[in-house]
C-alpha cells in the first residue's frame, strides 16, 4: 500500500479522507497549511498527495510549484472553486489530477487508485526509462545521453536503472547492496561506493540535461530530477 499525504486546512476533511484511505491499508500524514505541506512532503515522502487549493501561509499552487522542483510525486488537487482557468492552472504547474468540492470521497479514492495503478504498472513493466537527454533500456542493456551511447558494465546499468527508476528516492547503500548483489553476498557496502564511483566518472563525459546522481552524505545515493 502507499503513502499518503493529505494536506488541508480543514479538519473535517482530512479526518474522512484519513479513514477512507486507512480503510484502503494506506499510511497517511496531515498537513493543514501550506508550510507544514513541503516541510511534511520532505520528512514523509508520500506516494501521492492529496493538495487542497486555498491553505493559509501558502496556497497550494506555489507547494505544488515547490515540490515539482524536486519531485515527481503525484498530486490530486482539491478546490472549492471550479473555474477553469485554476483547473488549467493547476494542471501546467505539475498536478497529475483536479478535484472539485463538495466531492465523493469514494470517488477521491478512485482518483487515487488509478494514479496508483498507473504507477505500479509504470514501474513493473516499462523496460524503458527516459529524464532529459538520457535513456535506460534494460531490455537489452542500452544507455544513451543525447543519443550517444554511454559504455557501461551490466551492473553499473543496473545500478543506474534502480535509482532512475525511482527518481528523488534516497537508497542507502545497505538496501542497494540488498537490491543489486543479493543478501548472501558477502561484501559491504564500500562495493557499491566504488560502483558507483566508476559510474559517476563515465557519465560525466556527458553533460546532463536535468538529472544527476547525487550523493545524500550519511546516507546514501539517489537519482535527482533538477
Same mark, same amino acid.
Given at each position: 500500500?502507499? @503513502?499518503?499525504?493529505?494536506?488541508?486546512?480543514?479538519?473535517?476533511?482530512?479526518?474522512?479522507?484519513?479513514?477512507?484511505?486507512?480503510?484502503?491499508?494506506?499510511?497517511?500524514?496531515?498537513?493543514?497549511?501550506?508550510?507544514?505541506?513541503?516541510?511534511?512532503?520532505?520528512?514523509?515522502?508520500?506516494?501521492?498527495?492529496?493538495?487542497?487549493?486555498?491553505?493559509?501561509?501558502?496556497?497550494?499552487?506555489?507547494?505544488?510549484?515547490?515540490?515539482?522542483?524536486?519531485?515527481?510525486?503525484?498530486?490530486?488537487?482539491?478546490?472549492?472553486?471550479?473555474?477553469?482557468?485554476?483547473?488549467?492552472?493547476?494542471?501546467?504547474?505539475?498536478?497529475?489530477?483536479?478535484?472539485?468540492?463538495?466531492?465523493?470521497?469514494?470517488?477521491?479514492?478512485?482518483?487515487?487508485?488509478?494514479?496508483?495503478?498507473?504507477?505500479?504498472?509504470?514501474?513493473?513493466?516499462? @523496460?524503458?526509462?527516459?529524464?532529459?537527454?538520457?535513456?535506460?533500456?534494460?531490455?537489452?542493456?542500452?544507455?544513451?545521453?543525447?543519443?550517444?551511447?554511454?559504455?557501461?558494465?551490466?551492473?553499473?546499468?543496473?545500478?543506474?536503472?534502480?535509482?532512475?527508476?525511482?527518481?528523488?528516492?534516497?537508497?542507502?547503500?545497505?538496501?542497494?547492496?540488498?537490491?543489486?548483489?543479493?543478501?548472501?553476498?558477502?561484501?559491504?557496502?564500500?562495493?557499491?561506493?566504488?560502483?558507483?564511483?566508476?559510474?559517476?566518472? @563515465?557519465?560525466?563525459?556527458?553533460?546532463?540535461?536535468?538529472?544527476?546522481?547525487?550523493?545524500?552524505?550519511?546516507?546514501?545515493?539517489?537519482?535527482?530530477?533538477?
Amino acid at each position: 500500500m502507499a @503513502k499518503l499525504l493529505i494536506a488541508d486546512d480543514n479538519k473535517q476533511i482530512t479526518s474522512v479522507l484519513s479513514e477512507y484511505a486507512k480503510k484502503e491499508g494506506h499510511t497517511v500524514e496531515i498537513a493543514t497549511d501550506g508550510v507544514e505541506t513541503i516541510d511534511k512532503f520532505k520528512k514523509f515522502e508520500p506516494d501521492l498527495i492529496l493538495l487542497d487549493v486555498m491553505m493559509p501561509r501558502m496556497d497550494g499552487f506555489e507547494v505544488c510549484r515547490n515540490i515539482r522542483r524536486d519531485s515527481n510525486v503525484p498530486i490530486i488537487m482539491i478546490t472549492a472553486r471550479g473555474e477553469d482557468f485554476e483547473k488549467i492552472m493547476g494542471l501546467d504547474i505539475g498536478a497529475d489530477d483536479y478535484i472539485v468540492k463538495p466531492f465523493s470521497c469514494g470517488e477521491v479514492m478512485a482518483r487515487v487508485r488509478a494514479i496508483l495503478r498507473r504507477l505500479n504498472i509504470s514501474t513493473e513493466n516499462s @523496460k524503458i526509462f527516459t529524464c532529459g537527454n538520457l535513456t535506460i533500456n534494460l531490455e537489452n542493456y542500452m544507455v544513451e545521453i543525447s543519443n550517444k551511447p554511454v559504455r557501461l558494465t551490466k551492473k553499473e546499468i543496473e545500478i543506474l536503472w534502480t535509482l532512475a527508476s525511482a527518481a528523488n528516492k534516497v537508497f542507502s547503500r545497505d538496501l542497494l547492496l540488498d537490491k543489486l548483489w543479493g543478501f548472501d553476498f558477502y561484501g559491504d557496502s564500500r562495493t557499491v561506493d566504488s560502483h558507483i564511483k566508476r559510474l559517476r566518472a @563515465k557519465l560525466e563525459e556527458y553533460s546532463h540535461e536535468g538529472w544527476e546522481i547525487e550523493t545524500i552524505w550519511g546516507v546514501g545515493y539517489k537519482f535527482a530530477i533538477k
